[in-house]
């Protein structure tokens, strides 16, 4: 840095989850001077944030970790599918072990951030009014760092506790012997009802489209199973993730549903089923998320394992109705493990929305059309996020024409890469916009597109450039063959987050690249092998170039 204000880096990198040590780590091993802010108190983004009560990674633990043997050759699980506290304590151990924290301001949220073109750098602000000025700026602000609560009129007079999942109280709440009420039965909403149900006095679930959960199949993973796994399969399956549509170790079945028997369709249906977790989903015949025969196929053996499980016919039609609202897999599925069990006690109420609309919340509890005043003790907002662009878009980013990026993209976003964006430039985003994101494991892609972004700031130095944007046309074709792709699948057809269909006002487009990892990479790569085709690169080595 310079002896005058105010600060200047190399790189500030914004969020410390997985995406924001990951560059840390590598930019500083790199020789660049960086820093991190981080809105939390703590590493972890997500699993930092959201400590409800049942929070848990939807991936297997072998490949949700970093790939970095310095850091998994000393690690053990205990559960193929970690809770929230067991990430908790990893992002302990990776601070620990890379020594991460002394390049993170913690408690420090970034409010604003604006490029200079004189200098060629950001000027950062954050909310307590410190400035720092980065040649380049790496937003690693994940896919759900701007919790959305519902617009329900009433909802501020509630006399009760009321919590969203993801600003849950960092010391806990308990809901044991509460009245609680959930609204939202997304993946949070799931893992906190089936948490919650065994121990609450009462539960009252507000349900606005039926979740298509899958069974978790959780199971303890001991020590010498591990020890195994490192020496012989530890390196194969995280590399394994760069070749997979959804960047884990398994791919979808290489048929298409149509081509087999109805006995072969049972059959295959019934194997990923009996293996659990996403195998249903990502691992099913390639025609599943395209064609609504196979699709409806895939609803129809789901269905039948549900009503299994569940004993009143009302909670059945509920639950999983005969006509599905939306087509299986376009709208995120997560996992379960008692679920739809908590449907079969008597001290839980399911309100489908669809049928019986929430009136007003009251001081008291929850007021339904039909006039029925659920009272609550806690009111749990399973809402979910401003998911993909909120975490960039709550910042106050402008670029060289003086838009703000909430400008350029509240009317349709467009990126080149799923990286960066035209008129931001020395400006990477990852695990975002356009990127494989939504349909990809969180550290393969932190990971993948990390690397890249690493590897461009680098070649900038050596290159002595100080500015890197997209140019107009690249991200133009970059939007037109992200929605090409889009367009071939069924992921129109339901109202999710993958489409920004959860956010009132909020333009309905692909917020992802749904062509897979293996696609994604092989593009960003040619670009970057190519000296990096599709941007402008310029400035000379500068007075004060990186
Ligand atoms: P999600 O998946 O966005 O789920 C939010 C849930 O809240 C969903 O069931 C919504 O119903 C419901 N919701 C949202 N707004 C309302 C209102 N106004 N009224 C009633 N119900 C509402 O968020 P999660 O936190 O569960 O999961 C997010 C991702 O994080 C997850 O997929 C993983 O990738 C990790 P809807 O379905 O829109 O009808």
Request: hydrophobic share 35%; glycine share 10%.
């Amino acid at each position: 840095g310079h002896s005058a204000q105010p600060e200047q880096l190399d790189v500030l990198v914004v969020g410390a989850g997985f995406g924001g040590a990951y560059q840390l780590y590598k930019l500083r091993k790199a020789g660049f001077s960086v820093k991190v802010f981080e809105a939390g108190s703590n590493l972890g983004g997500t699993w930092y944030w959201n400590c409800y009560p049942g929070a848990r990674v939807d991936s297997d633990f072998h490949i949700y970790q970093f790939a970095l043997e310095e850091l998994w050759k000393d690690w053990e699980w205990t559960e193929h599918y970690p809770g929230q506290k067991e990430l908790a304590n990893y992002f302990a151990y990776v601070d620990k072990k890379l020594d991460l924290s002394r390049d993170i301001s913690f408690d420090t949220r970034v409010t604003a951030a604006h490029f200079d073109t004189t200098t060629d750098r950001w000027v950062v602000s954050t909310e307590a009014g410190r400035i720092v000025h980065p040649r380049f700026l790496v937003l690693c602000t994940g896919i759900g760092s701007k919790p959305l609560s519902p617009d329900i009129k009433g909802l501020d007079t509630f006399q009760g506790a009321t919590h969203h999942t993801a600003l849950w109280p960092q010391g806990g709440f308990d809901l044991a012997g509460k009245r609680v009420g959930v609204i939202g039965t997304g993946a949070s909403g799931v893992q906190l009802i089936q948490e919650t149900a065994p121990v609450a006095s009462h539960l009252t679930v507000f349900q606005r489209t039926p979740n298509f959960a899958l069974p978790m199949r959780q199971k303890k993973i001991d020590s010498a199973t591990q020890t195994r796994m490192k020496a012989e399969v530890y390196p194969i399956l995280l590399r394994r993730r760069e070749q997979t549509f959804a960047g884990f170790h398994y791919e979808f079945t290489p048929r298409n549903l149509s081509d087999l028997t109805p006995e072969g369709r049972y059959l295959t249906f019934d194997d990923l089923w009996t293996r659990g977790g996403f195998h249903f989903w990502l691992g099913s015949f390639l025609d599943i998320l395209t064609d609504e025969n196979a699709n409806a196929e895939a609803y129809a053996f789901w269905r039948k394992k549900v009503l299994e499980r569940v004993h009143d016919p009302e909670m059945q039609r509920k639950l999983a109705p005969e006509v599905a609202p939306h087509p299986f897999g376009v709208k995120r599925p997560c996992l379960e493990q008692q679920y739809y069990e908590v449907y079969n006690q008597p001290n839980v109420d399911l309100i489908d929305l669809q049928q019986n609309p929430i009136a007003e919340i009251t001081p008291k509890g929850v007021k339904t059309a039909d006039s029925v005043e659920h009272e609550l003790d806690v009111l749990v907002l399973a809402t979910g996020f401003d998911a993909v662009t909120g975490g960039i878009t709550q910042i106050d980013i402008r670029g060289t024409d003086g838009t703000l990026i909430r400008e350029k993209w509240g009317k349709s976003l467009s990126t080149y890469l799923g990286m960066t964006t035209a008129n931001f430039p020395n400006m990477f985003f990852l695990y975002g916009p356009h990127g494989p994101t939504a349909f990809c494991n969180g550290p393969t892609c932190v990971e993948l597109q990390g690397d890249w972004i690493i590897d461009c700031i680098t070649h900038l130095r050596e290159k002595k450039y100080t500015r890197i944007e997209p140019i107009k046309a690249a991200e133009d074709a970059w939007v037109e063959q992200v929605n090409a792709i889009f367009s071939v699948g069924l992921w129109d057809r339901s109202n999710s987050w993958y489409i920004g269909a959860n956010v009132p006002g909020k333009p309905r487009q692909s917020l992802n690249f749904t062509g897979g990892v293996p696609l994604y990479f092989r593009l960003c790569r040619e670009s970057a092998e190519g000296g990096y085709t599709g941007f402008a690169l310029s400035g000379t080595e500068g007075t004060d170039g990186p």
